[in-house]
């Protein structure tokens, strides 16, 4: 268990409702408790596991492909599962229009190299999810600085320039619409 404080998703972490800021999708099966102190000692509330409802069109794409066995199950349609075991989640097919039992690894954007610029280039068709590309140096801090991207309808070309001394490395996060 770790202790909750207010910020980032959180907010009256110390009062008697605890508000989830920013829940989306993502945090779907994520299990919470209350911890009450006081001079007799300390008191644990029961568990709970928040549960956030997929949007409309992400409810289709799912009926899509699961039956509704499977669709009461989170392990099977949760954002994070990977029915397939290509280990790609469902969200991100979801954003990419891909089958969530199918292998989806040739189908996912890949990038290119031309003219000195590292360029990604995907179809952002989803209303209720959002695309942002970042780029990194070092594989562990990221950020959209240095990114520029064209939009055309729902294609959307990222790219970062190749000069310099450091490797670049670009990626697409997705996460539900806020």
Request: aromatic content about 6%; glycine content about 8%; charged content about 10%.
């Amino acid at each position: 268990w770790n202790n909750l404080s207010d910020g980032g998703h959180y907010a009256g972490t110390a009062t008697a409702t605890l508000t989830v800021t920013t829940s989306g999708t993502g945090l779907s099966g994520d299990i919470y408790r209350c911890q009450v102190i006081s001079s007799g000692g300390i008191t644990l509330s029961s568990q709970a596991a928040l549960a956030v409802n997929p949007t409309v069109e992400q409810t289709a794409w799912l009926q899509t492909y699961f039956n509704s066995t499977q669709l009461s199950d989170p392990s099977i349609v949760g954002n994070n599962a990977t029915p397939a075991n290509d280990g790609i989640p469902n969200l991100l097919k979801y954003a990419f229009d891909l089958n969530p039992l199918a292998d989806g690894h040739s189908s996912l954007p890949a990038p290119s190299i031309s003219t000195g610029e590292l360029t990604l280039t995907f179809q952002a068709i989803r209303n209720d999810v959002t695309y942002t590309v970042q780029a990194s140096t070092d594989l562990i801090n990221w950020s959209t600085q240095g990114v520029t991207q064209q939009i055309n309808g729902d294609l959307v070309t990222a790219s970062c320039s190749l000069i310099g001394a450091n490797p670049i490395f670009m990626r697409i996060v997705i996460a539900p619409a806020q």
